[in-house]
């Protein structure tokens, strides 16, 4: 992924919805997530090579806390963490070279996969219905993400870790539709350039009923999506793919 020309973008996206401040008070809120992660596909492969841990499934425990400060009609800014640790086990599927060593086919092996990550984030409304919680905002993220995968089989094991910084697009959006309820999403996202638009860019999507409670309070209930990953550039390296689906709790005050 060329961060360089997202960059550009995001900076871009930013300029044309800004905005001169309301009078209106900042208030601070914050967001708890919480439900069951599950891998859709979990994908490990060497350069020019199948995936070696094809079909590999596991859940877990997702979990997800938000700090936002908010001002209708001005920007709204979140600090967002949310940890991710996996434990695969299965049969590899295909041969998998990295650094000279040589994972086989059909050998029994363990993945332990970590992908916490950390964002900033800053939206602000480009489109609010008058009399109506209804309303988009778009801007962008900057994503701290660390990743250590550690995989081991009878005749060969690696740890590789990785810590990066990456500006994304945000997108969220508020519908109402009666007696308090709404679709509510929200969106960090930057598509690939090179490769596959959606995977080898990174998504990360929400999209819920939201109920709210009165008082500045919600509960949202819906789905979700994390994915992403990229192909190795040269020989006897790996690469990455992953689809997460969640099914989540939000609640909010």
């Known amino acids: 992924m060329k961060a360089n020309r997202a960059v550009v973008l995001l900076g871009a996206l930013m300029l044309l919805t800004s905005n001169p401040t309301s009078a209106q008070e900042r ?3 914050i967001e708890i997530e919480a439900g069951v992660i599950t891998t859709r596909n979990m994908e490990i492969h060497g350069y020019n090579q199948g995936n070696a841990t094809e079909g590999w499934k596991k859940s877990g425990a997702d979990v997800r806390v938000e700090y936002w400060s908010t001002r209708q009609n001005d920007w709204n800014y979140g600090v967002v963490f949310q940890p991710l640790n996996l434990n695969y086990s299965g049969v590899l599927t295909n041969n998998l070279n990295y650094q000279g060593q040589v994972f086989r086919a059909g050998d029994p092996a363990t993945l332990s996969y970590q992908f916490p990550t950390l964002r900033f984030t800053a939206n602000y409304p480009v489109f609010q219905q008058a009399g109506s919680d209804s309303y988009l905002r778009a801007g962008g993220s900057a994503i701290i993400r660390y990743a250590r995968i550690g995989l081991s089989s009878p005749s060969a094991s690696f740890v590789s870790t990785n810590l990066i910084a990456l500006p994304t697009f945000n997108i969220e959006s508020n519908t109402a539709i009666g007696n308090g309820y709404s679709i509510f999403t929200r969106s960090d996202f930057l598509p690939g350039i090179d490769g596959n638009v959606f995977l080898d860019g990174l998504f990360d999507i929400f999209i819920g009923v939201r109920k709210s409670l ?36 939000r609640y909010s005050w």
Do not use: E, H, Q
């Open 27 to 29: 208030t601070s809120r």
């Open 214 to 249: 009165g008082d500045g309070k919600s509960v949202d209930a819906g789905l979700r999506m994390f994915f992403g990953g990229y192909n190795p550039n040269t020989p006897d390296d790996y690469a990455n793919r992953i689809f997460f689906n969640s099914f989540v709790l």
